[in-house]
Nanobody, 128 residues
Framework: QVQLVESGGGSVQTGGSLRLSCAAS????????MAWFRQAAGKEREGIAF????????TYHDSVKGRFTISRDNAKNMWYLQMNRLRPEDTAIYYC?????????????????????WGQGTQVTVSS
């Protein structure tokens, strides 16, 4: 079992930046997929950023490519989502997510159908 706790949400204006953090309650330095999902009001939850702890290249949803960056600090059992050039359509509850998958392979994190560990979510609101 692992507990995940997000922090760093808030309200910003269009074009602003926020950095979300996710703290894991146990060692997730090997063989884990880390990800960020979001859910806007009235919409389905979507995965937007994925990273394997082996350090393979992260993958992003098209809607956030070039604006958001996922990163990790294995020593602290934390990962982050740097969000730049925020838009009103980025308004959503953001969740940090993780699961153990073992060795990396192409698409193993972005195509994973079910993640077992979820944080409680943090609200991000972008005003125009």
């Amino acid at each position: 079992q692992v507990q995940l706790v997000e922090s760093g949400g808030g309200s910003v204006q269009t074009g602003g930046s926020l950095r979300l953090s996710c703290a894991a309650s146990r060692d997730t330095s090997y063989g884990w997929c880390m990800a960020w999902f979001r859910q806007a009001a009235g919409k389905e939850r979507e995965g937007i950023a994925f990273l394997h702890t082996a350090g393979t290249a992260p993958t992003y949803h098209d809607s956030v490519k070039g604006r958001f960056t996922i990163s990790r600090d294995n020593a602290k059992n934390m990962w982050y989502l740097q969000m730049n050039r925020l838009r009103p359509e980025d308004t959503a509850i953001y969740y940090c997510v993780a699961d153990y998958v073992g060795r990396p392979s192409p698409g193993i994190c972005s195509s994973r159908a079910h993640y077992n560990y979820w944080g409680q979510g943090t609200q991000v609101t972008v005003s125009s």
